[in-house]
């Protein structure tokens, strides 16, 4: 009776070891929703697998690489296929440095982006010196302006008027922010693209469905600041997910649509600008 016994218990003990290794096995078939690693949430706990998708890329928007990459998937989506869309990238921020240096500090800072000695004039009551070079549909331009005692404001532009025909504009742009970096210069940045419209019509019209679109890849987007006339709308939003933002009034703004319609032509362009957009729309 003993032996049966303990023949029992180790045939229990068998059954329970397999059990635990049939669970073991599922759970490594089941592989990302089994890892910590691979995400926090199981597919069950995942309704809208999309939606968090699109949080993750909204916020490696807040880097330059990822709002260079998101921006580029926005665009390309609320533009014509096939056009040109024109892509605009601003590093700028302030410089202390010595008075009476600023010419040396500002051609230290072209020669290390690649481009020629700048060349001084006086703009708005300031000294300034400016500098460009262009490497097939890419230009990289550098503006310094001084301010007085020392203070000059700088700014270094990478764009190009044909993004698919721009190789290397990601390493360009993180490049320029290097050198601004290195050259004492505390620099923020701002991006624009802008190109001609998928949406045709009333520039308001056209853009509540352009927004509609950019909705289905900036989770959580809500209008926060509009302006319309005759012949354009733009809407600023914020975006949770987006940390990249500027302060205006209550509102902590990451992405900003403006339709422009052109009545000569017929046809409506569409810009879009993390956190604003910087350049005429």
């Not at 742009?173 to 940045?189: E, L």
């Not at 989770?219 to 012949?231: K, L, R």
């Not at 302060?247 to 032509?265: C, F, M, P, T, Y």
């Amino acid at each position: 009776m003993e032996n049966r016994g303990k023949s029992s218990n180790k045939g229990t003990l068998l059954m329970v070891g397999l059990c635990c290794v049939v669970l073991l096995l599922a759970g490594f078939r089941n592989g990302v929703e089994a890892s910590p690693a691979a995400g926090v949430y199981s597919k069950a706990q995942q309704p809208d697998r999309a939606g968090r998708d699109s949080e993750v890329r909204a916020e490696l928007a807040g880097t330059p690489s990822g709002a260079v990459s998101l921006l580029t998937d926005l665009g390309r989506s609320v533009t014509e296929p096939g056009s040109p869309i024109r892509f605009v990238f601003k590093w700028q921020g302030s410089y202390t440095g010595d008075a009476g240096k600023a010419f040396s500090a500002a051609n230290s800072l072209s020669k290390s982006l690649g481009l020629p000695a700048v060349v001084g004039s006086e703009e708005e009551g300031h000294a300034a010196y400016r500098s460009s070079f262009k490497s097939g549909a890419m230009k990289t331009s550098l503006f310094w302006s001084e301010m007085g005692e020392g203070e000059s404001y700088v700014i270094v532009t990478v764009e190009t008027a044909d993004l698919s025909r721009t190789a290397g504009l990601a390493g360009s742009i993180q490049q320029a922010g290097m050198m601004m970096t290195s050259a004492g210069v505390a620099a923020d940045w701002n991006v624009s693209l802008q190109g001609t419209a998928k949406e045709d019509g009333d520039a308001s019209q056209a853009l509540k469905l352009t927004e509609r679109m950019l909705a289905n890849q900036l989770q959580g987007m809500s209008a926060a600041e509009t302006y319309e006339d005759e012949t354009t709308a733009s809407t600023s939003y914020t975006v949770p997910s987006i940390l990249h933002t500027v302060q205006s009034g209550a509102h902590r703004l990451a992405v900003q649509a403006a339709i422009h319609k052109d009545v000569a032509k017929s046809s409506s362009r569409v810009t879009l600008g993390f956190p604003l957009i910087t350049i005429e729309y």
